[in-house]
């Protein structure tokens, strides 16, 4: 019985095209836990500055920001540019609060006695999805001062219900100043060019979450779209059939030393071939949808050169000209 399965005969995935990632206005990136969406999104966001788009990485309400150790700057409230055409940000809630709550009565003063009232916060804070819709608010307010907002967006599960406040507060809401920004969402999530991005890797757990939470967007957040699936740190083919059958066959000879090491190496990149192979048909059978395949990257390089090998792949697998200005 070989030790490495046999590759199966799968079909071809559509490949994604990354310009549709750019060259969009505002673009939620979300996946399971771990599957680095966040370099994904400081490279799709890295990727649009290099092409002279005014680009903004935001996280929201974030304690411990992850584009800290990318960019070696924290994020704060207000936008800070990091690189040219390049800007970061961590929409805080009591910060987007205020903003809020000031362009609603446009009466500095009264804002301040509003957010200092007990009973107010307290109401703001019970309401459901108050806090995840003014913070979205904050988004929205953002994206009309740039060419591109990219949001890192909390794990799947908790983005969906996150932007799926929206609709929950149309339901609860008939008029009113929440009513009003409920409706405004979901007239963003209608534009053409605001998009959700999906983050997997080759591992069975996550390619399953991934095709449950296109499905839950579908569902509960239309018209929002996902129409495209990024899969991270995959492995492309490299041993054709007849490679894999001598290395099956010396395998199961006796070897030692340093030539057991390379073929345990072997065996391990054939495995990690045929997982990329798998979850690609899976993405491709369950959703139908394009994938933008992103290759494994070596550790130990430091987050923002990992950012920007991301950046090359994406830029590679563009169907427009991609002139990385500035190196990446």
């Known amino acids: 019985m070989?030790?490495?399965?046999?590759?199966?005969?799968?079909?071809?995935?559509?490949?994604?095209?990354?310009?549709?990632?750019f060259r969009s206005r505002v673009l939620f990136v979300s996946g399971k836990g771990g599957t680095g969406k966040t370099s994904v999104a400081a490279a799709i966001g890295r990727l649009a500055a290099t092409q002279g788009r005014r680009t903004l990485v935001l996280e929201l309400d974030n304690q411990r920001p992850s584009l800290t150790g990318i960019f070696g700057v924290r994020p704060k409230y207000a936008p800070t540019e990091v690189a040219k055409h390049l800007s970061i940000a961590n929409v805080e809630w009591v910060d987007a609060l205020g903003d809020w709550l000031e362009a609603l009565v446009n009466l500095p003063r009264v804002v301040r006695l509003i957010m200092r009232n007990h009973i107010v916060s307290v109401f703001l804070e019970a309401t459901p999805g108050a806090r995840d819709l003014v913070v979205l608010w904050r988004v929205m307010a953002l994206a009309r001062s740039y060419d591109l907002v990219v949001v890192d967006m909390p794990a799947s599960g908790n983005a969906v219900a996150m932007l799926s406040v929206a609709h929950t507060a149309r339901r609860l809401f008939e008029q009113g100043p929440i009513r009003r920004c409920a409706d405004d969402l979901v007239n963003l999530y209608a534009q053409a060019d605001t998009k959700m991005v999906l983050v997997a890797l080759p591992e069975e757990m996550v390619v399953n979450e991934t095709v449950e939470t296109a499905r839950r967007v579908a569902a509960d957040l239309a018209p929002l779209r996902v129409p495209i699936v990024v899969l991270n740190r995959a492995t492309p083919p490299s041993l054709s059939a007849a490679e894999s059958t001598l290395l099956d066959g010396l395998l199961a000879g006796p070897s030692e030393g340093l030539a057991r090491e390379v073929l345990e190496a072997g065996r391990w990149e054939a495995r990690l071939e045929t997982a990329t192979a798998?979850?690609?048909?899976?993405?491709?059978?369950?959703?139908?949808?394009?994938?933008?395949?992103?290759?494994?990257?070596?550790?130990?390089?430091?987050?923002?050169?990992?950012?920007?090998?991301?950046?090359?792949?994406?830029?590679?697998?563009?169907?427009?000209?991609?002139?990385?200005?500035?190196?990446?």
């Open 2 to 21: 070989p030790l490495i399965a046999a590759k199966p005969a799968l079909a071809t995935p559509a490949l994604a095209d990354s310009a549709l990632l």
């Open 278 to 328: 798998e979850a690609l048909e899976r993405l491709s059978a369950e959703l139908a949808l394009p994938i933008l395949v992103l290759p494994v990257l070596a550790r130990g390089e430091g987050a923002l050169r990992v950012v920007g090998q991301l950046t090359s792949a994406m830029a590679r697998a563009s169907s427009v000209p991609v002139e990385l200005r500035g190196g990446a």
